[in-house]
Nanobody
């Protein structure tokens, strides 16, 4: 059974950078498209970025395009989200999940990792 664990969150000043990791166990991650999502207090969870299996095509929400970069290291069974030029509105709990047909699989949500952007 595939399990995903997010890590790498923390407190960063506006304009700073963080790299989030989504580490997989129980299955080979390169068989899956993986998405990053975030949820801020009082808001619905929203998609941030995703990377396809195989050819590693990427998708980014308009709000993060040009600032965030998604990548995968199949040897480490990990997907990364490099976040640059962070803004206060990027603050949220970030989650990763496998995706099928553009939809996250709900059975795989983990604890997430908290990103706080504040001076």
């Amino acid at each position: 059974q595939l399990q995903l664990v997010e890590s790498g969150g923390g407190l960063v000043q506006p304009g700073g950078s963080l790299t989030l990791s989504c580490a997989a166990s129980g299955s080979t991650l390169d068989n899956y498209a993986i998405g990053w999502f975030r949820q801020a207090p009082g808001k619905e969870r929203e998609g941030v970025s995703c990377i396809s299996s195989g050819d590693s095509r990427n998708y980014y929400a308009d709000s993060v395009k040009g600032r965030f970069t998604i990548s995968r290291d199949n040897a480490k069974n990990t997907v990364y989200l490099q976040m640059n030029s962070l803004k206060p509105e990027d603050a949220a709990v970030y989650y990763c999940a496998p995706m099928v047909a553009g939809t996250p699989l709900d059975n795989y949500w983990g604890q997430g990792t908290q990103v706080t952007v504040s001076s």
